[in-house]
């Protein structure tokens, strides 16, 4: 699909109306963006998400932000008077521990990440190291030797990590270079961190691309877009047909790559990172969406 | 010339060898790498920089390291035998003073770098802000209510900063954007830094290219390999003949390639940052030495 081709969901005519809402059992939503933003509430997101579970939909999220706890979120929700089970949620933290299992992981983890991403992996029996926080003598030679520490790490985390600093930049690529086994998991790779309107700000995976470069290695990736999360996305959510999922998102690169990667339909709402410019400049299949909305309430008038 | 044409001075003729050390009058030698590494010495470093002068060279200095002091620089310079001036040598944030007052420039400086960076820009005369260094409450808003602060910064300028963190470079992105005649202006951009043989760590030019890429701006950079450094350099060493002065460093970015903007002789020593096969493998041109050799001391054996 060309973005000259893209549909806004109330440019569709009555029939197409029906075969679009009848096309989705589910529906996945992006968080950030999407039901809200960091600074303001997004209108008619709570009658939006009450619409699609009245039309019998199932309702799942799939947020980067680790940052915030299982009980923020599920107050969030509450606030749009929608009731969150653990079980309807992914964020990166979770999909780490999940992948970890999976793989039978044992051993030291060096995580670049917030305390309630850090808490994920802590309750799910991991054992973490991390630091330094605080700043370090301006010394090349005593900089290597506080981070040059041969401690057993096998994993390298990274996600969002307000206090990122060179000097744990310097462990991570340290751990990375002396044990080729030594893992390297990201969570949020967004380069753009989308605050409001207008206002974007440098994104966590900047750090990731810097460790990228200076080991040579490529990470997996569990927050959106990674392919790996994409191969747990089914799994996890229990789908069945994934072209009966509707995906939907603010981001091109996170969500709509994302939503491409597994084969979910995917619709576009630009009340968050992407501009309707943004979207009908984006010659990139992948990050295509194939409808689009001004905002997720857009969706309630389909069942109307 | 193609990296295969690359000759070590060693291997040249008697009449080749009296030709090359009659072709120059001034040698500019980087410092890290050539001189001395983080961790040990170069044998023969002293020995070569006397003959030189012996001979009648005259012997200046161009390095990317800011983080010594003048005096600093002096005492390792004494070690070496050799009695160093401060018009001898050039760092990046004397770079950075000169061209500040060559645009007459006012106003407040957000920097990010060492703070004997910092002192030769207050010495000069000019303002600086800084920060956050400590640590920040892990959340989106009370971190862009802190960084966001609308100082009326004119200039962000960055170099190594052993401690550069995310709310830093939040806040240069912010001073950017919110002002287009805010200068960006950088010291070193090493993507790399050399530590010792096989010793390779993350350089601070990672962090420009974070800066770079989040606001879309070009800095104006005033360390090795920056265009403007070399513009300045003829008139900061009094240089008439371009084409007679040799120019030796370590690494194929920052010193050939500024050897090359400069219309200098270059001679790459494998004695630090990059190896015999970097250069061989070396298809840019501008990155090519003219001639190499294993270290400093080689030039010695020019003048028996």
């Known amino acids: 699909m060309s973005s000259s081709q893209i549909r806004h969901i109330l440019d569709l005519s009555p029939k197409e109306r029906q075969r679009f809402v009848d096309s989705f059992d589910c529906v996945i939503c992006d968080c950030d963006g999407v039901l809200w933003t960091v600074f303001d509430p997004i209108p008619g997101v709570g009658e939006a998400l009450k619409t699609l579970q009245t039309h019998g939909k199932t309702l799942r999220y799939i947020t980067n932000n680790s940052v915030f706890t299982y009980d923020h979120y599920a107050a969030q929700f509450r606030t749009l008077g929608i009731t969150l089970t653990p079980s309807d949620i992914i964020h990166p933290a979770l999909a780490i521990v999940r992948h970890l299992k999976s793989i039978h992981f044992e051993g030291l983890i060096f995580c670049l990440a917030t305390q309630p991403f850090k808490n994920v992996l802590i309750n799910a029996g991991f054992e973490l190291t991390e630091g330094p926080d605080q700043p370090l003598e301006e010394s090349f030679k005593k900089i290597i030797a506080t981070v040059h520490d041969r401690a057993p790490v096998r994993a390298v985390v990274i996600d969002v990590d307000f206090n990122i600093n060179y000097p744990k930049l310097l462990r991570a690529e340290l751990y990375l270079k002396n044990d080729p086994k030594c893992l390297l998991i990201a969570g949020a790779t967004d380069k753009v961190l989308h605050a409001r309107k207008g206002f974007n700000l440098i994104g966590p995976g900047h750090f990731l691309d810097v460790l990228e470069q200076s080991t040579g290695r490529k990470a997996t990736v569990l927050g959106k877009p990674g392919k790996e999360l994409a191969n747990l ?24 790559v994302f939503a491409s990667r597994c084969g979910f339909q995917k619709m576009l709402v630009l009340s968050g990172g992407a501009s309707k410019d943004d979207m009908l400049q984006e010659r990139d299949v992948e990050r295509v969406p194939d409808y689009y909305a001004d905002r997720l309430e857009d969706l309630t008038k389909l069942f109307e």
């Open 233 to 256: 996305v089914g799994d996890i959510f229990g789908i069945e047909d994934r072209g009966r999922v509707l995906f939907v998102g603010d981001m091109l690169e996170q969500d709509m």
